[in-house]
């Protein structure tokens, strides 16, 4: 039985991409010992720079977009899961040289698949999306640094976003202090309704800064990169931490080593994509107790493989709030 697949593929002498929504069989698809029968998956900051071709994200051609999904396994060669098992894949080169999950059915190894907790469905799964799962990563790396709530301020950058918007319902579930920094200030009731306790316009942070300046943060989550980055760790108190997971605003890293030779604050990288499977395991474990799913709707849209080459245009161009839930079946 065929499934509809988004097709995306290069002319190598003009190295234009070019993106068609065909039917695809099993048997187009690449190795793995799992098929999981895809109900939905998502579209984030990646999926947006796969599709429209911003950046290199897809080093394989042709390509299934698409860096995780959830849906339902229908056959495993190994005893690690079984026909009928809910699982959620993020990452591990999907979208980028595996064929991802904008597509109604995916093969990849079991070890990359997590099997859903209990109250997480393949629906609220992408609802959360990598987007959703890296804000988890980057609240268990600060809890790591023993960054408590009570300890004071936490910043989130990028607060409109994916990252920033799952980060902020976290973090006000667990007791903490939010700031959120966005460049759509109009946006500000939405945040306060996930929980933010003050909104702060990101040109605050994100021209060039000093090396030093007042201490206002016990943590930070930063999805943005660049000067905000470097403003956030020269604003962060002494023994404080950072969890750096994006590159909204650029790759690059102006900052000095000021905050980290006179304050102890601590600079923790956070990446979804090859991380274990236990830290997966532990992050959608917390995702199912320490998110407001309540919140979680209200951060979302709908969408359908049709509707994702526009949609990525818009969310480069910062014009998507929160999360895109794509409908993979529909
Ligand atoms: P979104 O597009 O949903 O959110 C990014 C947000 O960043 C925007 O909504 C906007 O928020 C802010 N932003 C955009 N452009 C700029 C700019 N020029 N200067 C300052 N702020 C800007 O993306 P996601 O939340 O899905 O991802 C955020 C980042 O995290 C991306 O760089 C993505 O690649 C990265 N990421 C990394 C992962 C990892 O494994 N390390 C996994 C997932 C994501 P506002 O309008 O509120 O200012």
Same mark, same amino acid.
């Given at each position: 039985?065929?499934?509809?697949?988004?097709?995306?593929?290069?002319?190598?002498?003009?190295?234009?991409?070019?993106?068609?929504?065909? %039917?695809?069989?099993?048997?187009?698809?690449?190795?793995?010992?799992?098929?999981?029968?895809? $109900?939905?998956?998502?579209?984030?900051?990646?999926?947006?720079?796969?599709?429209?071709?911003? *950046?290199?994200?897809?080093?394989?051609?042709?390509?299934?977009?698409?860096?995780?999904?959830? &849906?339902?396994?229908?056959?495993? %060669?190994?005893?690690?899961?079984?026909? &009928?098992?809910?699982?959620?894949?993020?990452?591990?080169?999907?979208? %980028?040289?595996?064929?991802?999950?904008?597509?109604?059915?995916?093969?990849?190894?079991?070890?990359?698949?997590?099997?859903?907790?209990?109250?997480?469905?393949?629906?609220? $799964?992408?609802?959360?999306?990598?987007?959703?799962?890296?804000?988890?990563?980057?609240?268990?790396?600060?809890?790591?640094?023993?960054? /408590?709530?009570?300890?004071?301020?936490?910043?989130?950058?990028? *607060?409109?976003?994916?990252?920033?918007?799952?980060?902020?319902?976290?973090?006000?579930?667990?007791?903490?202090?939010?700031?959120?920094?966005?460049?759509?200030?109009? %946006?500000?009731?939405?945040?306060?309704?996930?929980?933010?306790?003050?909104?702060?316009?990101?040109?605050?942070?994100?021209?060039?800064?000093?090396?030093? *300046?007042?201490?206002?943060?016990?943590?930070?989550?930063?999805?943005?990169?660049?000067?905000?980055? #470097?403003? *956030?760790?020269?604003?962060?108190?002494?023994? &404080?931490?950072?969890?750096?997971?994006?590159?909204?605003?650029?790759?690059?890293?102006?900052?000095?080593? #000021?905050?980290?030779?006179?304050?102890?604050? /601590?600079?923790? &990288?956070?990446?979804?994509?090859?991380?274990?499977?236990?830290?997966?395991?532990?992050?959608?474990?917390?995702?199912?107790?320490?998110?407001?799913?309540?919140?979680?709707?209200?951060?979302?849209?709908? #969408?359908?493989?049709?509707?994702?080459?526009?949609?990525?245009?818009?969310?480069?161009?910062?014009?998507?709030?929160?999360?895109?839930?794509?409908?993979?079946?529909?």
């Amino acid at each position: 039985m065929s499934f509809p697949a988004l097709w995306l593929s290069r002319n190598e002498e003009e190295k234009e991409q070019h993106l068609e929504l065909l %039917e695809r069989d099993v048997s187009d698809l690449m190795e793995g010992d799992t098929i999981v029968k895809v $109900a939905y998956s998502t579209l984030n900051y990646k999926d947006a720079l796969a599709l429209t071709g911003k *950046a290199p994200v897809v080093r394989k051609w042709p390509m299934i977009p698409g860096i995780d999904f959830a &849906g339902v396994v229908e056959s495993c %060669e190994s005893d690690a899961l079984k026909p &009928g098992d809910e699982v959620v894949l993020n990452g591990w080169g999907c979208g %980028e040289v595996h064929f991802g999950g904008y597509a109604g059915k995916a093969r990849t190894p079991a070890k990359w698949l997590v099997k859903l907790p209990k109250n997480i469905d393949a629906k609220t $799964a992408m609802e959360i999306g990598t987007a959703g799962y890296t804000a988890m990563l980057c609240v268990l790396a600060l809890e790591e640094q023993g960054v /408590r709530a009570g300890d004071g301020e936490v910043l989130v950058t990028g *607060a409109s976003g994916g990252v920033g918007g799952v980060s902020i319902a976290l973090l006000s579930k667990l007791g903490y202090k939010i700031v959120a920094s966005t460049g759509r200030m109009e %946006e500000s009731d939405y945040l306060k309704s996930l929980g933010a306790d003050e909104v702060l316009d990101r040109n605050t942070l994100s021209e060039k800064g000093k090396p030093l *300046a007042k201490e206002r943060w016990a943590g930070v989550i930063d999805s943005v990169g660049s000067h905000t980055l #470097a403003n *956030a760790l020269a604003q962060t108190r002494y023994g &404080g931490a950072v969890a750096a997971c994006g590159l909204a605003q650029g790759m690059d890293l102006p900052a000095s080593v #000021a905050p980290f030779i006179l304050r102890g604050v /601590r600079l923790i &990288g956070v990446d979804s994509v090859m991380a274990s499977p236990e830290l997966r395991a532990k992050a959608w474990s917390r995702l199912a107790k320490d998110l407001d799913m309540k919140k979680l709707a209200s951060m979302t849209q709908t #969408a359908t493989l049709k509707d994702l080459e526009s949609l990525a245009k818009n969310l480069l161009a910062g014009k998507v709030r929160g999360r895109v839930l794509v409908e993979v079946g529909a």
